[in-house]
């Protein structure tokens, strides 16, 4: 049977947070060579609803049969969308009835304002994430990630973030070829784990075991941990050497590289977008002391920290 996908939509959304994932589904269903997914549209009242670019889109009301997954787009119109007194109890009603839910960008403010994320991790757009932070003190906005999952919850930052989202959604549901497949009809990467920054460098590592990939992702959520080739070769259940070896042969580079690079791009949002002290950065993301940090930073991005915040201050 065919996947139900059901995008909420609202005057002046913004157009690639539908068509980015819609395209990434649609080649799905060609490579899965199945039903695949089928699309409807919603919206408060039904009928064409606008773009931010001015290209319409033919949406219903509300179904009476909720769909399989639930996906809430974002752009210049959430905040009219937020005062609309009846818009949140019907996103409410579709995503309490979807086996999986979605937001793109802003759209998280809507599934925050319904009410669906408190408690929950969630993540947007990062030039929102404080607006969003003094909205919905209740969520744990985790700002720096492409997309967070906490139970059947998915939010994503802003608008190719829906790509990466979707394509972990058709992995999910098709499997990590189907997925590989779709991202090289859409010239994308195949994988930006949702821990990953929203500013990566990374996006190229990709490994191509399932165990090594999840190392990848439980280091990103543990950089303050000490990660050594120890840990993290129990974690992917190889012996130290047989990781290191397998490590270096899928990913191009030895796993200490990869945690100094990892944590090194972790403080660059920090030290570019904040004002926390240098030192204090260094700390939080697993940096032993700033000169550590500071070697880290001349490696990866050719300046030291305070270089490169200033950098980020004056525009250059």
């Not at 700002?143 to 190719?160: H, L, N």
């Not at 990374?202 to 439980?218: A, E, G, H, K």
Request: with cysteine.
């Amino acid at each position: 049977m065919p996947r139900n996908v059901t995008f909420y939509l609202f005057p002046n959304f913004q157009l690639l947070d539908l068509t980015g994932p819609l395209a990434a589904f649609q080649m799905a269903s060609l490579a899965a060579g199945t039903q695949g997914y089928r699309f409807e549209y919603l919206s408060l009242s039904g009928g064409p609803v606008k773009s931010s670019v001015g290209i319409t889109v033919a949406t219903e009301t509300a179904s009476v049969t909720p769909s399989d997954s639930f996906v809430v787009v974002g752009g210049f119109g959430v905040g009219e969308e937020l005062k609309r007194d009846t818009a949140l109890p019907l996103v409410r009603w579709a995503a309490e009835g979807a086996l999986r839910v979605g937001s793109v960008c802003t759209g998280a403010f809507l599934l925050a304002a319904a009410g669906l994320l408190d408690g929950r991790k969630a993540t947007t757009h990062w030039s929102a994430s404080s607006e969003f932070r003094q909205k919905f003190p209740l969520v744990k906005l985790e700002a720096d990630r492409i997309y967070v999952e906490d139970g059947k919850f998915w939010t994503s930052a802003g608008v190719t973030a829906g790509i990466d989202l979707a394509l972990a959604w058709v992995e999910r549901d098709y499997g990590a070829e189907v997925s590989r497949t779709v991202a090289r009809e859409l010239v994308v990467y195949h994988r930006r784990p949702g821990g990953q920054s929203q500013f990566s460098e990374l996006s190229s590592l990709d490994p191509d075991s399932d165990r090594l990939r999840r190392v990848v992702t439980w280091a990103r959520d543990r950089l303050e941990d000490r990660l050594t080739v120890e840990t993290l070769a129990s974690v992917a259940c190889l012996s130290p050497r047989q990781f290191a070896r397998k490590f270096l042969a899928e990913t191009g580079e030895t796993p200490a590289k990869f945690v100094e690079r990892l944590r090194a791009e972790a403080a660059r949002l920090m030290v570019t977008e904040g004002d926390e002290p240098v030192e204090s950065v260094a700390r939080t993301v697993g940096f032993r002391d700033p000169e550590r940090m500071r070697r880290a930073f001349l490696r990866c991005f050719g300046m030291p920290p305070q270089a490169l915040r200033r950098a980020a201050r004056s525009g250059s």
